[in-house]
């Protein structure tokens, strides 16, 4: 049950990093068998969805990335055999040319995962990810990947140097 708990809890993490590598067809990947969203952020599912929302709603820079940093915070990972679900708190900082060192959204993830037993590949900078019926998606060597991730904004600063989408359209201001 522990190693299960470390590899959800690597999924979790590889989704920061991979948003603030500004990797979205990483992201895509990450979530390609998940339904992606929030009930104040648009929602998106399968690996193409997800990426061209992340291409749509997300300023990249010069360097590729939105030079942001998401830090994720206590995670409660719970498993019951081949599904598990997790909480957690997330806080985006950035800092940009405009913008200086500063939280811009603070909120709640809400993760359903579920196990599988598919065949894995090596993607290139050793990632490890299973296909299934032509799609790909993340692994680990447990075979656990993201089924929803509910993306929960409870708190938005200046987000000026960060989304390409004005974000009153989808609800995001501060409660």
């Not at 196990?115 to 019926?133: K, V």
């Amino acid at each position: 049950m522990t190693e299960d708990r470390v590899a959800i809890t690597e999924l979790i993490y590889r989704y920061a990093e991979l948003i603030d590598a500004g990797d979205f067809d990483g992201l895509g990947e990450l979530l390609a068998h998940a339904e992606f969203g929030g009930p104040r952020t648009p929602r998106a599912r399968g690996a193409d969805a997800i990426t061209a929302l992340f291409v749509a709603t997300t300023r990249r820079f010069a360097d590729g990335t939105p030079k942001t940093r998401h830090l994720v915070l206590n995670p409660i990972v719970e498993v019951d055999g081949d599904t598990a679900s997790a909480r957690s708190t997330f806080c985006v900082v950035q800092a940009t040319d405009a913008v200086a060192l500063q939280p811009i959204v603070v909120g709640r993830y809400y993760d359903t995962f579920a196990r599988d037993g598919g065949d894995t590949f090596a993607r290139d900078g050793g990632d490890t990810f299973a296909r299934d019926g032509g799609d790909t998606f993340a692994r680990d060597t447990a075979g656990w990947h993201f089924t929803q991730r509910v993306a929960e904004v409870e708190m938005v600063g200046d987000v000026s140097d960060h989304l390409l989408i004005d974000p009153g359209a989808n609800d995001l201001g501060a409660r």
